[in-house]
């Protein structure tokens, strides 16, 4: 592992007064980004679990929880074919009391420097096109006439 991050939104709604609270939900994103030559699936595997470990315990579902992820992100010169294949395949969620206390979910992700590619699972659609926009910044057209 090579870094974490953390976010953390708390949001609330109320009439007139902020003792007159209707709503209140926290949403949490915990990040961990792992660094290493070549992705294999048991070092795919070791990492999602630490960082699946890692983030369940930051996780406190109460009243006021909304949904939390974890997202396991990966920088990597290449990859396996396996690795990419399990990554995609990769869906763990988890609802709270029948999703009365919120949800988690775990997003991945694989940046692969040597194909430079971003490939994500399903729920880390989303971190993929961030990623790829990062990467891949569009340039502007600097026109006379702009819309």
């Given at each position: 592992?090579?870094?974490?991050a953390f976010f953390?939104?708390?949001?609330?709604?109320?009439?007139?007064?902020?003792?007159?609270?209707?709503?209140?939900?926290?949403?949490?994103?915990?990040?961990?980004?792992f660094?290493?030559?070549?992705?294999?699936?048991?070092?795919?595997?070791?990492?999602?679990?630490?960082?699946?470990?890692?983030?369940?315990?930051?996780i406190?579902?109460?009243?006021n929880?909304m949904?939390?992820?974890i997202v396991?992100?990966f920088?990597?010169?290449?990859?396996?074919?396996?690795?990419?294949?399990?990554l995609?395949?990769?869906?763990?969620?988890?609802?709270?009391?029948?999703?009365?206390?919120?949800w988690?979910?775990v997003?991945?992700?694989?940046?692969?420097?040597?194909?430079?590619s971003?490939?994500?699972n399903?729920?880390?659609?989303?971190?993929a096109?961030?990623?790829?926009?990062?990467l891949?910044p569009?340039?502007?057209?600097r026109?006379?006439f702009r819309?």
């Amino acid at each position: 592992m090579v870094a974490t991050a953390f976010f953390h939104v708390h949001g609330v709604k109320y009439v007139l007064v902020k003792r007159a609270q209707l709503w209140a939900a926290d949403n949490n994103e915990f990040v961990y980004f792992f660094s290493c030559p070549h992705l294999t699936v048991e070092r795919y595997e070791q990492c999602l679990q630490l960082a699946y470990d890692r983030g369940s315990q930051l996780i406190h579902p109460d009243e006021n929880h909304m949904s939390s992820y974890i997202v396991a992100l990966f920088l990597c010169d290449s990859c396996d074919a396996e690795a990419k294949k399990r990554l995609k395949r990769c869906r763990i969620r988890k609802s709270f009391q029948f999703s009365l206390k919120g949800w988690m979910e775990v997003h991945t992700a694989v940046v692969d420097l040597g194909m430079d590619s971003v490939t994500a699972n399903s729920d880390g659609r989303k971190t993929a096109e961030f990623l790829k926009s990062v990467l891949h910044p569009k340039r502007k057209k600097r026109g006379l006439f702009r819309k």
